[in-house]
């Protein structure tokens, strides 16, 4: 199993999304409502923890857009 981030979908754009983590197999279909409330959700896709090399020797920057520089 395993634990995906969720945010619900505000209706006024004045709202906030709401952040909850869920429980499901990776064969499972995302969630479109909210297990408990039934308001829309959609699925968080977060970063890995994976290296990108810039193909410098010895670098584990990806470039001045990474944020590491």
Do not use: W
């Not at 999304?17 to 039934?38: C, I, N, V």
């Amino acid at each position: 199993m395993t634990t995906y981030v969720y945010e619900t979908v505000p209706s006024k754009s004045d709202d906030k999304p709401r952040h909850f983590e869920f429980r499901q197999s990776m064969t499972d279909a995302p969630l479109t409502k909210h297990p408990e409330t039934g308001e829309p959700t959609r699925r968080v896709v977060l970063g890995g923890r994976g290296v990108l090399s810039s193909g410098k020797s010895g670098s584990s920057c990806c470039g001045p857009s990474c944020g590491c520089h």
